[in-house]
């Protein structure tokens, strides 16, 4: 596979070290491996890293990484993602020219008080020719918050910031239900900036989501002020656009493509 990344007058944070697994992990993803492909799943559409990922926040469980797996591919195929290798394609050459503008969604940061990667959503709605390449950018950040041994193992904080668009195109529900498949493993969840109205909108959601995701996760979700939310990320972590220090990142792309290159594939 040729480098994911190319070079970029921005700058990031030294890169983590390489994501490691014990062997009873790998003999794990194992069992994963070879349970879906006895329920017929075709080994094609077996990607290690997501595979791998989907395990460890399962807490090793086979059977609970095998629906989690089988349930993130049948939602990113609803956008004509067959295959993980889709969610990759031309960005396994170092081509991110159509994933950069949907990637931006988000907003690099650095670690929480553990440790662990902050996943923070910068908000905004997704245009309906856009999502198929907002499913794959979601995936391939997805992957790179992950990329660290504190956060593959531990867990992430999420921030969702809804403050700064209230564009909707009518595709949130089919959309929240490709998020809530990914195996999202959240010690906190933040919903920042909400009106009341939005608060409304969004407790739809949420409601929806109880279909697909467990009870203990959902509870976990806290609705609060952008000043409730830095009292809990560290500001030297928080992005930039909030006055953060990003953890010393300047550019999301970058970050991303460090950390996917630092992510081996697990030899299952």
Request: hydrophobic residues 45%.
């Amino acid at each position: 596979m040729a480098a994911l990344s190319s070079s970029s007058a921005a700058s990031s944070g030294a890169p983590p070290p390489p994501v490691e697994f014990t062997q009873e992990e790998l003999e794990c993803m194992s069992k994963v491996k070879a349970q879906l492909v006895a329920g017929g799943l075709d080994e094609a559409r077996i990607s290690p890293r997501e595979l791998a990922l989907t395990t460890l926040n399962s807490k090793l469980r086979v059977d609970d990484a095998c629906e989690k797996y089988i349930a993130w591919l049948d939602a990113i195929q609803v956008f004509g993602l067959n295959s993980f290798d889709d969610v990759w394609a031309e960005v396994k050459q170092g081509d991110w020219s159509l994933v950069e503008k949907l990637l931006r969604s988000y907003a690099v940061c650095g670690t929480d008080a553990m440790g662990r990667s902050i996943m923070w959503i910068q908000g905004g709605g997704i245009k309906p020719e856009d999502e198929a390449v907002s499913v794959r950018a979601g995936v391939l950040y997805f992957m790179a918050i992950h990329a660290d041994n504190t956060s593959m193992h531990e867990g992430i904080t999420f921030v969702i910031d809804t403050s700064k668009n209230d564009t909707r195109y009518g595709n949130e529900k089919q959309l929240q239900r490709v998020w809530q498949a990914f195996p999202l493993r959240p010690q906190r969840i933040f919903i920042a900036g909400a009106s009341m109205l939005k608060r409304v909108f969004i407790n739809g959601l949420i409601k929806f989501a109880s279909l697909f995701v467990k009870a203990k996760v959902l509870g976990r979700i806290e609705f609060a002020e952008l000043d409730r939310v830095l009292s809990e990320v560290p500001i030297q972590s928080a992005p930039a656009y909030v006055g953060g220090g990003a953890g010393g990142n300047t550019d999301i792309l970058l970050w991303t493509q460090q950390r996917l290159e630092g992510f081996a594939e697990p030899k299952i």
